[in-house]
């Protein structure tokens, strides 16, 4: 068993991507300190399917397959989502042909993966970016606009129907921080498993992406209700994409591991005062390769800090405060 795995505690996960497998450093990482493991990219629509009916499973089966030889377990994302869709699904303007291509990619997919994934993100990402402003609790997707907020209860239908063993999630970001905006979207995600619900449709838990930027305050006590709400509904809550967003923390390594410490640590607060999360997962494992360096670099030309462990490979200090309390969990 190694040193760091939590054997009774919270598991926890990272997120791997393929491109990257080759780095045997990173991948060691994985085989190292991870319970879990979920591939990143190579489950989404475009790249499992992209052209109509050929499946491309290759990169995605590797992943797994690493999963298994080193007694890992993994979770699946995503069925729907307004990105990385390919051409084809998007060109599909009639509904009844949408819906038949979003089940049968469902079936498809989930019964290739039946057996070795625990949960799946049924959809990812629905709701509106700015509910106020959006003009609607839902964001506005191809999704939306030809099957309307249907799309939601058609693809847990499906996905559980699929894989009646894996639990059923919907993910979601801009859930953890102080403000209406994030109210509103909280309950907006209530909602929606409470629709769900009412319909009889299964959902198991709401995945906190929780990419959390690190000048921003953690609402710990709405955060902490919101997983109170889930359970009181018997929903569970995962954290599905933890990193930390620096770019407006001033300084250099130091200062920005210690902003991230402390984000990390109320999220934590919030997270643990609701219920007992099913597992915490990172956004991939090593800041040598992360996505915010691509999309919200640092004005200060200083690499971002997002994840556990630097480039070199060396552990900051919040990841072991966050080991700690998930072994205490
Ligand atoms: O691997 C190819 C490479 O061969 C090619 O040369 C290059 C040129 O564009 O693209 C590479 O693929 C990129 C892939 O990431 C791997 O790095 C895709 O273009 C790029 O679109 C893809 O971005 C991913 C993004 O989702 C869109 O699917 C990011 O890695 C991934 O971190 C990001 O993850 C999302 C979650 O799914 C949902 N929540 C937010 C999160 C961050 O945006």
Redesign the pocket.
Known sequence: MPATAAPKGIPFGA?I?S?HFEDTSYRDLFARECDLVLP??EL?FALVQPERGQFDFSRADRLLDFCRDNGKTARG??FV?Y??NPAWVEAIEDPVELERALVDHIERVADHCKGRLTSWDVV??VIAHEPEENGGPLRDTFWLRRLGPRHIPIAFVAASRADPKAKMVL?E?DLEFRGPRFDQRRAIALSIVRQLQDAGIRIDAAGL?A?LYAHQEIDVEALARFGADLKALGVGILTT?LDVIDFQVPGGPEEIDRAAAKVVGDYLDGLLGGQRPETVIT??LTDR???VE??MPRGDGQPCRPLPFDADLRPKAWYGDLRRRLAQG
């Open positions: 997120a991507q491109e990143m990219n989404k994302t995503t989502w990105s990385t990812n990402e993910n970001y992406q990419h994409e956004w991939g390769y992360n996505w691509d999309v």
